[in-house]
């Protein structure tokens, strides 16, 4: 049975920091690569960030890059993304995936996480 599991949501100030990570079992881990996406209540699911399968290749959505960084393990099973200088709109569920990378784009594939939340407010 394929599963990802995301875990590290919370409430948050803005300006704080926040790691998300995600453990994937019942597949081949390190055969896949890894991507972050995020939706807020009434609006569409949207990436966040893409991994390759190596680690040796990201992409991320113009709204989060320099503050986010997405990176994994492959011995753990795990992708995290490492989320800095948190904005209320970066407010949102959370949701990891597991797909394919290739020339500096995502391709989600079918496997998600059942989410996790994260809430930036003062």
């Known amino acids: 049975q394929v599963q990802l599991v995301e875990s590290g949501g919370g409430m948050v100030r803005p300006g704080e920091s926040l790691r998300l990570s995600c453990v994937g079992s019942?597949?081949?881990?390190?055969?896949?690569?890894m991507g972050w996406y995020r939706q807020a209540p009434g609006k569409e699911r949207w990436l966040v960030a893409g991994l390759s399968s190596s680690g040796d290749a990201a992409n991320y959505d113009g709204s989060v890059k320099g503050r986010f960084t997405i990176s994994r393990d492959n011995s753990k099973n795990t992708v995290y993304l490492q989320m800095n200088n948190l904005k209320p709109e970066d407010s949102a569920v959370y949701y990891c995936?597991?797909?394919?990378?290739?020339?500096?784009?995502?391709?989600?594939?079918?496997?998600w996480g059942q989410g996790t939340h994260v809430t930036v407010s003062s």
């Open positions: 019942g597949f081949t881990f390190s055969n896949w690569a």
């Open positions: 995936n597991a797909g394919a990378h290739s020339g500096e784009h995502y391709y989600p594939g079918d496997y």
